[in-house]
């Protein structure tokens, strides 16, 4: 499973948009990266998943550069309700559902 | 229905007693995850049970023995724990264990404390 790095933790402003970047150099070709928010005493809860380009949805988007080393989850325009924990996760069709979260991202969202 | 029920919310155990955790889903998901969160860590995936079989065991301690009545609940037997043993246990279920692409759906966890 590949390994995957994120920045320990982030601070951004109401309104702001926030992107959290996250490294994965040894990403297998039939791995997609997927993007997991979770609140204090809380199970964490799907954000986005990708596999190359540009992928948006309702709450995000998830950028993707071609050599797809790295990733980039973005959130528009947060609110302090944004404050949380987000793991980048790259998991594929080996992984059998078995999910390796790493350290997380903490983002504070201030007034 | 998207959620997955895990009871009780909070547990407070002997090392000497036996306890039970539950978790249940009902959106037909045929696998179910046992993950275990110790406080400011990420999860870390614990069992996986794929059609009521058990399919993956990450070298857990036996003093924890999952069950896997049908394909709706999913139970952690609870024996002879350690303080260590206190954490967060979250329970996930998706719709087959066929890859890692499928959205795991987590419930609410069950916060145990061990004396």
């Known amino acids: 499973l590949a390994k995957t790095t994120q920045p320990i933790s982030m601070d951004s402003y109401e309104g702001q948009e926030v992107n959290i970047t996250c490294s994965h150099n040894?990403?297998?070709?039939?791995?997609?990266i997927t993007w997991y928010q979770q609140f204090p005493s809380q199970g964490p809860r799907f954000i986005i998943q990708?596999?190359?380009t540009k992928v948006t949805n309702e709450v995000a988007s998830l950028f993707i550069p071609a050599d797809r080393k790295s990733s980039t989850l973005s959130l528009p325009r947060v609110s302090l309700s944004d404050t949380a924990v987000y793991y980048c996760?790259?998991?594929?069709?080996?992984?059998?559902?078995?999910?390796?979260f790493g350290q997380g991202t903490i983002l504070t969202v201030h007034p | 229905d998207t959620e997955v029920t895990q009871t009780p919310k909070h547990l407070v155990m002997g090392m000497t007693n036996k306890k039970s955790l539950k978790c249940e889903q009902h959106?037909?998901?045929?696998?179910m995850y046992w993950y275990k969160q110790k406080a400011k860590k990420p999860p870390e995936l614990m069992f996986v049970?794929?059609?009521?079989?058990?399919?993956i065991n990450e070298s857990v301690p036996s003093r924890f023995s999952p069950e896997c009545p049908n394909s709706s609940l999913l139970n952690l037997h609870l024996h002879a724990l350690q303080p260590e043993d206190s954490a967060l246990y979250l329970c996930?279920?998706?719709?087959?264990?066929?890859?890692?692409?499928?959205?795991?759906?987590f419930g609410p966890g069950t916060r145990l404390l061990v004396l």
């Open positions: 996930a279920s998706s719709q087959q264990r066929t890859s890692g692409v499928e959205t795991q759906y």
């Open positions: 049970y794929s059609y009521e079989k058990l399919s």
């Open positions: 040894n990403i297998a070709t039939n791995d997609y």
């Open positions: 996760l790259v998991a594929g069709g080996t992984s059998y559902g078995k999910l390796t």
């Open positions: 959106m037909g998901h045929r696998a």
């Open positions: 990708g596999y190359k």
